[in-house]
């Protein structure tokens, strides 16, 4: 982590002049710092020093996320991320949205560096994926005939396929048999999926401090998550037609009356319910490579997030 941060420090050069104090700000060292971790566990070795490539990829993967980041953020008009103003507060919407495509685009670069075209074919496809989830989530918005299998859909693409590719391109570099290359992948996206449901979640039963961003989001927004998919299929007729107008924007979000009823209806226990249903997925995915050290590693993403889902109850 701390050769990434020196990387990521070093990009700031490649970034011209007039923008390099905004890409700054994105590029920090306060974030969780998820899918990194991802590609140096799963890449993991016995050696001093990491396989080459990794701290790299695990830029690219960074880079993009961020850029993610930055236009969620513009979408959720939302005011705070990591505890301090997006980028879109600080430097308005209109430029926010240049600035994620200017670390999209540097992210894409540095994958195109690796000898072969591997790694910028895999990292340009999630990418795509990635928006792909975004831009059908945003279509989605203010609508109710959502199912869960459409919400299943946008979470695997615009969430789990970075987690996925992240697992991927770390056990690839790594020089791990294919066998824990396809293991790995899959227990990236199952973790993946399990983390997004965890942050649909935390936007209703977190704290803001704790957290670090703005939440109540996805109710004011018309982001019908799972969280809020529950709560409208246990919702009597009435009360289901009131939630509708507020998700369609005909009427003004109650959240504290939402979060009530899903405390009455027990949505928090269904939904983490299912975010445990995708980790012990993910678990089972290692199940056939116990004696790889990346396996070891990776095993205790699953126990990590199981304590920030007990620390929302």
Not at 103 to 122: D, G, I, M
Not at 143 to 152: E, K, L, S
Not at 202 to 212: K, L, P, S, T, Y
Not at 258 to 268: I, K, P, S, T, Y
């Amino acid at each position: 982590m701390a050769a990434l941060d020196q990387f990521l420090h070093d990009q700031l050069e490649s970034f011209e002049p007039e923008i390099r104090e905004m890409a700054d700000y994105c590029i920090d060292t306060s974030g969780k710092r998820i899918r990194p971790a991802l590609v140096f566990f799963s890449g993991w070795s016995d050696a001093e020093t990491p396989a080459p490539g990794l701290v790299q990829v695990a830029a690219v993967v960074e880079l993009v996320h961020l850029a993610t980041l930055v236009h969620d953020d513009i979408m959720d008009e939302a005011d705070v991320r990591r505890g301090r103003p997006t980028a879109a507060r600080k430097y308005g919407a209109a430029a926010a949205v240049l600035l994620g495509d200017a670390l999209f685009a540097h992210a894409l670069h540095l994958a195109s560096l690796f000898p072969t075209t591997e790694v910028c074919r895999a990292v340009s496809e999630s990418t795509r994926k990635v928006c792909a989830g975004e831009i059908v989530q945003t279509l989605r918005r203010r609508t109710v005939g959502i199912t869960r299998a459409d919400y299943d859909r946008v979470i695997d693409l615009k969430t789990a396929e970075l987690f996925r590719v992240s697992c991927a391109l770390g056990a690839r570099l790594g020089g791990h048999p294919q066998g824990f290359v396809d293991a790995a992948a899959r227990f990236g996206r199952h973790l993946g999926i399990a983390y997004q449901i965890y942050d649909d979640l935390a936007d209703f039963f977190g704290r803001e401090q704790r957290i670090g961003k703005t939440l109540g989001t996805d109710l004011a927004s018309g982001k019908l998550t799972l969280p809020l998919l529950f709560l409208r299929d246990r919702l009597p007729p009435e009360e289901r037609a009131t939630l509708e107008a507020e998700l369609e924007g005909r009427a003004a979000p109650r959240l504290e009356q939402r979060l009530a009823e899903m405390g009455d209806h027990g949505v928090f226990l269904a939904v983490t319910g299912e975010i445990e249903a995708q980790l012990v997925r993910a678990e089972v995915a290692l199940a056939e490579h116990p004696d790889l050290a990346p396996a070891g590693h990776l095993a205790a993403l699953p126990l990590v997030l199981r304590a920030q889902v007990a620390a929302l109850g």
